[in-house]
């Protein structure tokens, strides 16, 4: 879930090359309608965004998709926001801008941490 297309699109494409199935949202109320309807495993969120932001997602998210991995991307990351995206469930913190290449092997390491038999 982000506000900026281009992301969006980014991540789409990135994952439809690696034959991942992604669903991608422009707002934090568009992607809790979506998840009401389809719960998840990975959810990357984006923290600045129109009306809610990516924190208060997370405490909203449906419990069909509280395991969820969830990942902060932003480009606005400090301590203050890394300390309170500790105190949620969030497993990964990236700092935009980011390659792609960063995202997959951080992915890979947290569904590895979350599924040690993996």
């Known amino acids: 879930m982000d506000d900026d297309e281009w992301i969006r699109d980014s991540l789409r494409v990135l994952f439809e090359a690696e034959g991942c199935p992604i669903a991608v949202c422009e707002t934090a109320e568009k992607a809790l ?3 009401k309807r389809e719960p998840c495993d990975i959810i990357i969120f984006d923290y600045r965004l ?4 990516g ?9 069909s998709s509280a395991d969820a991995i969830k990942v902060l991307i932003s480009a606005y ?16 913190i990236l700092a935009k801008p980011f390659q792609s290449e960063t995202l997959l092997t951080s992915l890979s390491f947290l569904i590895r941490q979350n599924d040690p038999g993996l």
Request: no cysteine.
């Open 33 to 35: 309608e979506a998840l």
């Open 50 to 53: 129109p009306l809610m932001d």
């Open 77 to 92: 990351v400090t301590a203050e926001l890394i300390s309170k995206a500790r105190q949620l469930p969030v497993k990964g």
């Open 55 to 63: 924190l208060e997602f997370i405490r909203q998210i449906p419990p």
